[in-house]
């Protein structure tokens, strides 16, 4: 194990909240693979205390970062869960498509079928802009159609348009040009980008 990671680790255990959050931060931007174990039993211990959602965000999307596959069942079992702080479901979303063993497309259309959360698909949303992926047009057609049945503003529509600078243009230029009625900043600048194809590297939480 990198020395690196020890002091880290050892944090992930430490009886201050804010002080395994920060280790759970420094975790994900680091996403080393062998972080993964310690990671999941920090969550584990974690999960039982609402008061501390933020570092459980933070633990979620480390164990993402660090592709741990092994934690996704008990991350599937927290996305069925009742949490207080919904931000959780947008890390939870976002980690099932880092770490779904099939195709990453068809867990995020999973999740917008199941519809168990909106904030899970936010977090699926947001893993396919990060990620970058490239759906096939009858999945744009699936995504789209879920952005579709959204207010002008909403935010899950956001990060659809943030995933669409590498698709097929014309699959996607209605849906673009409905979404050029909204009155948000961000919606404009990632607006811009998808028509121009250029990804920008955006920074959620």
């Not at 770490?99 to 396919?128: C, E, N, P, V, Y």
């Not at 490239?134 to 999945?139: D, R």
């Not at 409905?178 to 900043?185: F, T």
Request: net charge neutral; aromatic share 6%.
């Amino acid at each position: 194990m990198s020395s690196s990671l020890e002091p880290l680790l050892e944090d992930l255990r430490a009886k201050q909240s804010a002080k395994r959050r920060a280790a759970a931060k420094k975790l994900r931007r680091l996403a080393h693979a062998e972080a993964g174990p310690h990671l999941l039993a920090a969550l584990k211990a974690e999960v039982s205390d609402p008061r501390t959602w933020e570092t459980q965000y933070q633990m979620v999307m480390a164990l993402g970062e660090c592709g741990y596959a092994e934690s996704s069942p008990f991350i599937e079992e927290l996305s069925l869960r009742q949490f207080e702080a919904t931000m959780i479901y947008v890390a939870i979303g976002d980690v099932l498509v880092r770490l779904s063993s099939g195709s990453k497309i068809t867990t995020i259309i999973s999740l917008i079928d199941q519809a168990r959360h909106r904030m899970l698909i936010d977090g699926a949303l947001r893993a396919m802009a990060m990620l970058r992926l490239v759906p096939t047009e009858a999945e744009i057609l699936r995504v789209t159609a879920y952005a579709a049945t959204l207010p002008g503003n909403d935010g899950n529509r956001f990060w659809i348009i943030a995933a669409c600078p590498g698709w097929p243009a014309k699959a996607t230029e209605q849906f673009l040009t409905d979404c050029a009625e909204a009155d948000r900043p961000d919606f404009q600048e990632a607006l811009l980008l998808a028509k121009s194809g250029k990804y920008k590297t955006w920074r959620p939480l």
